[in-house]
């Protein structure tokens, strides 16, 4: 079984805009992140939400950043 978990990139309010110049670590928060049945495609902007499952909170992993998809594989059911 396999997942992919995208994240977006990020639409920062623009009262925002000069924080996240100063700390871009920050940006991510803006970010949506979903998770995906199959692998998303990128269009520029976003990812191709043609078989999203959910959207999950964007502190969820940090490590994902903007524009960035990861795979995830389980080969055994638990």
């Given at each position: 079984m396999k ?9 920062v ?6 924080y ?11 970010a949506?992140?979903?998770?995906f049945?199959?692998?998303?495609t990128?269009?520029?902007?976003n ?5 999203k499952?959910c ?5 969820m992993?940090p490590e994902?950043g ?6 995830f ?5 638990r």
């Amino acid at each position: 079984m396999k997942i992919w978990i995208a994240r977006d990139n990020a639409i920062v309010p623009e009262d925002m805009e000069h924080y996240i110049e100063k700390h871009p670590e920050e940006e991510i928060r803006y970010a949506k992140l979903s998770i995906f049945y199959d692998m998303p495609t990128w269009d520029g902007k976003n990812w191709n939400y043609s078989r999203k499952i959910c959207e999950i909170d964007s502190y969820m992993f940090p490590e994902i950043g903007c524009g960035e998809c990861f795979e995830f594989n389980s080969t055994k059911p638990r």
